[in-house]
């Protein structure tokens, strides 16, 4: 077992303490049913694996949030938190009385719908102190009326990626760590909203702080409410503020919390009730709780079931539209940014783009061959990690960057048919398309970065001809963001992958 240098001492110490606990109460646990080992473990989602819980296999008791895939939420042990059953608990009926029809159950879980956001009813509990998490003043039953409290680090699994040898885990946005499936953990933007509907609406107030909990160190607005003047030395309590504030952690990074930090902050949420709500910038090394917000509608969105053509597309002409199928519905869209147009088609109920974007934005982006006017005809633009990561900006108004899971789910049964049928090497293992879908993906490779051990060079176009690669909107951590590829092997499907900000890839983008 592997202990990263920060927390050994202090993971030997609790395991040792736990041990002998539990060898003094042997005698119990047979009239109890439990032993002292069962405390220290959790089901797993692979079949309810008991693992002794320590600060480096934090997937023993969260999620492993590592990959961009959600786990079965039903054999999972997360359920308003972690219990040692995968079973529903019982309805709130209080938070039912309290919120009336805003107040709804999914999957075990409770939520209440904030204007177009559902958050769960209660911060996440995941048990009592031990190790990486905290109960209020060090009193378990705080857990039970508050939730727990924990680091963002040990809440997203990403231990390694601050203090360990291996470098960065993989990281989805938006962050679902810990979160039950089907939710996550809010992202600046997302914080932003709940904070403005709020200020509209101060009689939603409670459905968000129903449960405080208080705060851990200082640094918060109200913190001066809580200072005691002994013998003329200002001392601020470690824990404080129970019943009238609370620091709720976000999902996204932001730059350090202050200068003197040596890890990155998060955009968090504090309440105080003589300061109201606060979007802040808290060290990822802070005990926070954690209240997940069900994730939204855009990988789930109903579409029109009809295409439009925007006028002066019909003039137009693009040198990639001649490997479009003829036999397929297209629609045509105009960025007004830059007056090109996109074919576009619905495809397993979306409306997406055809083609790849071709827009300029303000981070590098680059053509296969540079030509005068930048059209890069055929395979559309490269654009690095750092522009896809502008998600509100490179697509055209009301489309984004199609996520990871966007991209996986087309037509996976055979996903050889959302190639282009021409322009494709062939050879040994390879198959043909006959583009029924229409979704024309021509084998535009990628241009390189600054990888020379896995045979990358910065800035060298590399698999034109046979793979086609993707960014996704999904990002991994601050330096790089997941991406997909297809070949046209016979049977071949997406693959995901992770790059570093200096490549540069096409994108593909979906109807909001």
Same mark, same amino acid.
């Given at each position: 077992?592997?202990?990263?240098?920060?927390?050994?001492?202090?993971?030997?110490?609790?395991?040792?303490?736990?041990?002998? =606990?539990?060898?003094?109460?042997?005698?119990?646990?047979? !009239?109890?049913?439990?032993?002292?080992?069962?405390?220290?473990? !959790?089901?797993?989602?692979?079949?309810?694996?008991?693992? *002794? *819980?320590? !600060?480096?296999?934090?997937?023993?008791?969260?999620?492993?949030?590592?990959?961009?895939?959600?786990?079965?939420?039903?054999?999972?042990?997360?359920?308003?938190?972690?219990?040692?059953?995968?079973?529903?608990?019982?309805?709130?009926?209080?938070?039912?009385?309290?919120?009336?029809?805003?107040?709804?159950?999914?999957?075990?879980?409770?939520?209440?719908?904030?204007?177009?956001?559902? =958050?769960?009813? /209660?911060?996440?509990?995941?048990?009592?102190? +031990?190790?990486?998490?905290?109960?209020?003043?060090?009193?378990?039953?705080?857990?039970?009326?508050?939730?727990?409290?924990?680091?963002?680090?040990?809440?997203?699994?990403? =231990?390694?990626?601050?203090?360990?040898?291996?470098?960065?885990?993989?990281?989805?946005?938006?962050?679902?760590?810990?979160?039950?499936?089907?939710?996550?953990?809010?992202?600046?933007?997302?914080?932003?909203?709940?904070?403005?509907?709020?200020?509209?609406?101060?009689?939603?107030?409670?459905?968000?702080?129903?449960?405080?909990?208080?705060?851990?160190?200082?640094?918060?607005?109200?913190?001066?409410?809580?200072?005691?003047?002994?013998?003329?030395?200002?001392?601020?309590?470690?824990?404080?503020?129970?019943?009238?504030?609370?620091?709720?952690?976000?999902?996204?990074?932001? @730059?350090?919390?202050?200068?003197?930090?040596?890890?990155?902050?998060?955009?968090?949420?504090?309440?105080?009730?003589?300061?109201?709500?606060?979007?802040?910038? +808290?060290?990822?090394?802070?005990?926070?709780?954690?209240?997940?917000?069900?994730?939204?509608?855009?990988?789930?969105?109903?579409?029109?079931?009809?295409?439009?053509? &925007?006028?002066?597309?019909?003039?137009?002409?693009?040198?990639?539209?001649?490997?479009?199928?003829?036999?397929?519905?297209?629609?045509?869209?105009?960025?007004?940014?830059?007056?090109?147009?996109?074919?576009?088609?619905?495809?397993?109920?979306?409306?997406?783009?055809?083609?790849?974007?071709?827009?300029?934005?303000?981070?590098?982006?680059?053509?296969?061959?540079?030509?005068?006017?930048?059209?890069?005809?055929?395979?559309?633009?490269?654009?690095?990690?750092? &522009?896809?990561?502008?998600?509100?900006?490179?697509?055209?108004?009301?489309?984004?960057?199609?996520? @990871?899971?966007?991209?996986?789910?087309?037509?996976?049964?055979?996903?050889?048919?959302?190639?282009?049928?021409?322009?494709?090497?062939?050879?040994?293992?390879?198959?043909?398309?006959?583009?029924?879908?229409?979704?024309?993906?021509?084998?535009?490779?990628? +241009?390189?970065?600054?990888?020379?051990?896995?045979?990358?060079?910065?800035?060298?176009? &590399?698999?034109?001809?046979?793979?086609?690669?993707?960014?996704?909107?999904?990002?991994?951590?601050?330096?790089?963001?997941?991406?997909?590829?297809?070949?046209?092997?016979?049977?071949? /499907?997406?693959?995901?992958?992770?790059?570093?900000?200096?490549?540069?890839?096409?994108?593909?983008?979906?109807?909001?």
């Amino acid at each position: 077992m592997q202990f990263y240098d920060k927390y050994s001492f202090r993971t030997f110490l609790g395991l040792l303490i736990v041990f002998c =606990w539990g060898l003094s109460s042997c005698g119990d646990s047979e !009239s109890t049913g439990a032993s002292a080992d069962d405390e220290l473990v !959790s089901s797993s989602s692979e079949g309810g694996t008991g693992k *002794i *819980i320590s !600060s480096s296999s934090l997937g023993d008791l969260f999620q492993n949030s590592s990959s961009s895939e959600d786990v079965d939420f039903s054999s999972s042990s997360l359920e308003n938190g972690v219990s040692s059953s995968s079973e529903s608990a019982p309805a709130s009926s209080d938070n039912r009385d309290l919120f009336g029809d805003d107040y709804f159950r999914k999957d075990g879980v409770g939520f209440v719908k904030i204007g177009n956001q559902s =958050w769960m009813e /209660k911060n996440v509990n995941a048990g009592i102190d +031990r190790g990486f998490l905290w109960c209020y003043d060090n009193s378990d039953e705080m857990c039970d009326k508050y939730g727990t409290l924990t680091y963002w680090s040990a809440f997203t699994g990403t =231990w390694s990626w601050f203090n360990g040898p291996d470098g960065p885990l993989l990281l989805s946005n938006p962050v679902k760590g810990a979160c039950p499936n089907g939710t996550h953990l809010p992202t600046k933007a997302e914080l932003e909203e709940l904070i403005a509907y709020l200020d509209e609406h101060p009689d939603e107030m409670v459905k968000i702080t129903n449960q405080l909990g208080g705060v851990n160190g200082e640094g918060f607005p109200d913190d001066e409410k809580y200072y005691e003047n002994d013998d003329d030395y200002l001392a601020l309590m470690s824990y404080h503020g129970a019943e009238d504030s609370f620091l709720l952690m976000g999902g996204e990074l932001s @730059e350090k919390a202050d200068p003197n930090s040596k890890t990155l902050g998060v955009w968090s949420l504090h309440y105080g009730k003589s300061t109201g709500l606060t979007l802040m910038k +808290r060290d990822v090394g802070r005990l926070a709780y954690a209240r997940c917000l069900m994730n939204d509608s855009t990988e789930n969105v109903v579409v029109p079931d009809t295409l439009t053509i &925007a006028p002066g597309c019909d003039e137009a002409h693009r040198e990639n539209w001649d490997y479009l199928n003829p036999d397929v519905e297209y629609g045509c869209i105009k960025d007004d940014r830059d007056g090109r147009f996109y074919k576009t088609l619905l495809i397993e109920g979306k409306i997406w783009f055809a083609e790849n974007l071709r827009f300029v934005p303000k981070e590098s982006s680059w053509c296969y061959t540079e030509e005068a006017d930048g059209e890069c005809d055929i395979y559309g633009r490269y654009y690095s990690g750092a &522009a896809v990561r502008n998600l509100s900006g490179i697509c055209p108004e009301d489309f984004h960057v199609a996520s @990871e899971s966007e991209i996986s789910r087309l037509s996976v049964d055979n996903q050889l048919e959302l190639l282009s049928a021409d322009g494709w090497s062939q050879g040994n293992y390879t198959a043909l398309s006959s583009n029924s879908t229409g979704f024309t993906i021509l084998p535009g490779g990628c +241009r390189g970065g600054n990888e020379p051990d896995f045979g990358w060079t910065l800035g060298e176009f &590399a698999g034109i001809g046979s793979f086609a690669y993707f960014w996704t909107r999904n990002q991994n951590g601050i330096s790089e963001h997941y991406a997909v590829a297809i070949s046209n092997r016979e049977s071949d /499907k997406f693959s995901s992958l992770h790059k570093y900000n200096d490549f540069g890839m096409p994108v593909r983008c979906v109807k909001n």
